[in-house]
């Protein structure tokens, strides 16, 4: 039996590795395994509050992003009335540079109209005159006009 280990000898590697393991245990493993805990907890709180801001982060986003599209839905709006505007603007002055075209117009018919008449009157009068004219030199004498008689 040589080759097999001593009794006294195992039972004292066994003490030996029992009294190693809670030794261990206490002054290295459990230290160990309270700070990993620590850093573990830790770790999960920093994560909790990284997804409550992220969270308050997107609230806020979305309300930014709101206020951008009703911002932008009113500055449409007014833009949309200032083109209202302008159109209704422009629609009347262009009625009212109607109106006085026509008025022109018809001041400058009736003008002409005038200047038709008094030429006409004119003409007639230069033609009496120059009838009369043609009419003593073919005759050699003088010719009353019909509104002398």
């Known amino acids: 039996m040589e080759n097999f280990p001593h009794p006294p000898t195992i039972l004292l590697v066994a003490g030996a590795v029992v009294a190693l393991v809670f030794i261990l245990n206490r002054w290295l493993f459990g230290p160990l395994n309270a700070i990993l805990?620590?850093?573990?907890?830790?770790?999960?709180n920093a994560r909790s509050e990284l997804e409550t801001a992220q969270q308050v982060q997107n609230e806020r986003l979305e309300a930014v992003e709101a206020r951008v599209a009703e911002s932008r839905k009113e500055a449409y709006g007014i833009r949309e009335q200032a083109h209202a505007e302008a159109r209704e603007q422009r629609e009347q002055v262009l009625a009212e540079a109607r109106d006085d075209a026509a008025k022109e117009i018809e001041e400058a018919r009736a003008e002409?109209?005038?200047?038709?008449?008094?030429?006409?009157?004119?003409?007639?009068?230069?033609?009496?005159?120059?009838?009369?004219?043609?009419?003593?030199?073919?005759?050699?004498r003088p010719v009353e006009a019909d509104g002398d008689k």
């Open 37 to 44: 805990a620590q850093r573990q907890a830790e770790i999960d």
């Open 112 to 140: 002409i109209g005038q200047q038709i008449e008094n030429a006409r009157t004119q003409l007639e009068s230069d033609a009496d005159e120059i009838a009369r004219t043609i009419a003593e030199r073919l005759l050699g």
